[in-house]
């Protein structure tokens, strides 16, 4: 039933959550843990349908509905194998962190302005994945970007948190400028088509719809394509935290941990991988001129990504807190993502989306497992500080055995050729190989450097916050404890998913593979199944994997070197990884306080105050002002004869003007 054209159900996905934020605002204070309950039923609720539109639709059907809004613009709902896949993963992962929030949020009084706005964030996330036009995408991209200032700063009480949310705010506002530029200009090109009778869309479609975008994008200006999806990737950037636009992302940690866990794993910053993969098929339109049989975009988009997972690795290794090392792993894997839509892309075409995608899921599952783990240690030991922590596995086996999980998932552990192993051996391997395979296509094998390096300092960070956290001898007098079972559960749910949902790649990449296929749009790019590679290429990536374990093992489990001499503030090195390469320094203080002060400010208050205050203002509004002002008081005399003598005047000439005008 879900299938049929004028079917409302598709449409609750999204309205139960936007229900339960209104819900839970209003009446949060009068239920169990401030209204709770509201959103953990809504998203259910969205679960549920989306799991029965995936059965209803698989494997060969869409479901597209539109209205017609304003103008040759119109609000619509579009499930592809790629929406659907999407919708499942965001109201799964975010209902389990609803139901651990339960829990993690039981002492917070404010418990229901958390809760609402949690369900308002879900629901503007469920609006991007179920848009079927790039306006409304936007629409409600900026709505995700809304939610998240509030959430992020949800203790707006404390000044690092008030600032991390306005840093994430103005740092993805760039992006966002950058987004809406490429809009406006493909709206613009798409109206220079038309006028000239180039294009029509196609009867009850409209112009800003993907499918009318991917028809029109061939018949786009090379050039002018290659901006828009540049623009388009800009916005990705800001929302997916790709370098340059990546600072405001290991901020963000100063919302509470179930905070991070849902803006990490299951919603905004996938949001700009999600944009990528959707408006993939314009990406793979754009010419080739920077590498032969490389589309520009997607060149650049495979740099970016290569470039952000390498480099955001590297901060991973020396972080502790143990937040902001899952953060930066955030960013990483966002970079890996990247990398595969864009090296991908060159070597299979629009196998590429699937490829990305299915570790965009798997990572949702053990990024938010881990999260939570880190929660579960946070409400144990009162600190964030890995440092202070050790010996927590005797207290909290079942978060640090989950935790395990989730570090050998995001290590992508498993054995190769019999195809045993954790969900990220099956998605990010395949993504190093996929840059491999690029490399052998094209001669550069930059990004596979950038990959396999990256999976090396991977494994290595996060076995180094494991062993820290979980082995030794506690280096703090505190108490932990295991959390309760509201926390736990989601845990070991999370933990399974982690270990079996790599098995299902192949129908995966197979049912993704047809997603444009089922909108009738062809997409330029090299079809087709890549060619084999070699053994060491598929052994690589679990053996760096392997070998950083044993790094972080022999370091921080058995110490057989001593780290007092590298982590120094003399090593040059360590202190430039510390100080995160002094991007907040650069970027904060040189960027936004002396070029936006000292720049912007002031010379907006220039222009304020000597030319619109003083010369606009003061000299020619107020001086012409005033000398009217002068003239008309000569002619107020008080008295009441020459006040009706210029009345009857101006009767008389009313009357002659009326009279003129009617004789003609």
Partial sequence: MFSEPDSIFPAFIVLLPVIAFVLTLFLGKKFPHGGAYFPIAAIAGSFIISLGVFLEIYPDKIVQQSLP????????????????????????????????????????????????????????????????????????????????????????????????????????????????????????NLNVLINKGLFTPEHGNFILQFKTMF????????????????????????????????????????????????????????????????????????????????????????????????FAATMGLVMNDIKRVLAYSTVSQLGYMMLALGTAGAVV???????????????????????????????????????????????????????????????????????????????????????????????????????????????????????????????????????????????????????????????FYGYLEKNFELMGVEVAGHEGEAAATSPIVVLLPVLVGVLGFLIAYAIYYKRILNMSKIVSSNNPLYKLLLNRYYEPTIGADMIGVKLTHGVVAQSGEFVDRKIIDGLIIDNIIGKTTFCLGEIARKLQTGVVQNYASVTLLGVGLLLIVLKLVGGI
């Avoid at 950037?237 to 179930?258: I, R």
């Avoid at 949001?271 to 001129?289: E, H, I, K, S």
């Fill in 349 to 507: 075409g629009a196998q590429a989306v699937g490829i990305s995608l299915f570790h965009l899921i798997s990572h949702a599952f053990f990024k938010a497992l881990l999260f939570l783990c880190a929660g579960s240690v946070i409400h144990a030991v009162g600190t964030n500080d890995i440092r202070e922590m050790g010996g927590l596995f005797s207290k909290m086996k079942i978060t640090g055995t989950t935790m395990m999980i989730g570090a050998l998932a995001l290590a992508g552990i498993g054995i190769p050729f019999i195809n045993i192993g954790t969900a990220g051996f099956f998605s990010k391997d395949r993504i190093i190989e996929g840059t491999f395979e690029y490399g052998e296509k094209t001669g550069d094998m930059i990004p596979y450097a950038f990959a396999i390096i990256a999976a090396l300092l991977t494994s290595i960070y996060i076995f180094r916050l494991w062993f820290m956290a979980f082995t030794g001898k506690p280096r703090s007098e505190r108490h932990p404890h295991e959390s309760p079972n509201v926390m736990t559960r989601p845990l070991m749910i999370l933990a399974f998913l982690a270990l079996i949902f790599g098995f299902t790649h192949l129908g």
């Fill in 69 to 188: 809004w304003f103008a040759n613009m119109n609000i619509g709902i579009l499930i592809d194998p790629l929406a659907v896949v999407m919708l499942m993963m965001v109201t799964f992962v975010s209902l389990l962190i609803h139901i651990y929030a339960v829990g993690y949020m039981s002492h917070d009084p404010a418990k229901p302005r958390y809760f609402a706005e949690t369900a308002l964030f879900t629901a503007a996330m469920l609006g991007v994945v179920l848009s079927d036009n790039i306006l409304q995408f936007f629409i409600s991209w900026e709505l995700v970007g809304l939610c998240s200032f509030l959430l992020i700063g949800f203790w707006y009480h404390k000044p690092s948190a008030a600032a991390a949310a306005k840093k994430a705010f103005l740092v993805t506002r760039v992006g966002d400028v950058l987004f809406l530029a490429g809009i406006v200009l493909l709206y613009v």
């Fill in 215 to 310: 028809e029109a994008a061939k018949l786009i200006d090379p050039t002018q394509l290659t901006f828009i999806t540049l623009l388009f990737f800009g916005g990705a950037v800001g929302k997916s935290g790709q370098f340059p636009l990546h600072g405001w992302l290991p901020d963000a940690m100063e919302g509470p941990t179930t905070v991070s866990a849902l803006i990490h794993a299951a919603t905004m910053v996938t949001a700009g991988v999600y944009l990528v993969a959707r408006t993939f098929p314009m990406f793979a339109a754009t010419p080739a001129t920077l590498s032969p049989g490389v589309p520009d975009s997607l060149l650049i988009v495979a740099y970016i990504g290569g470039f952000t997972a390498l």
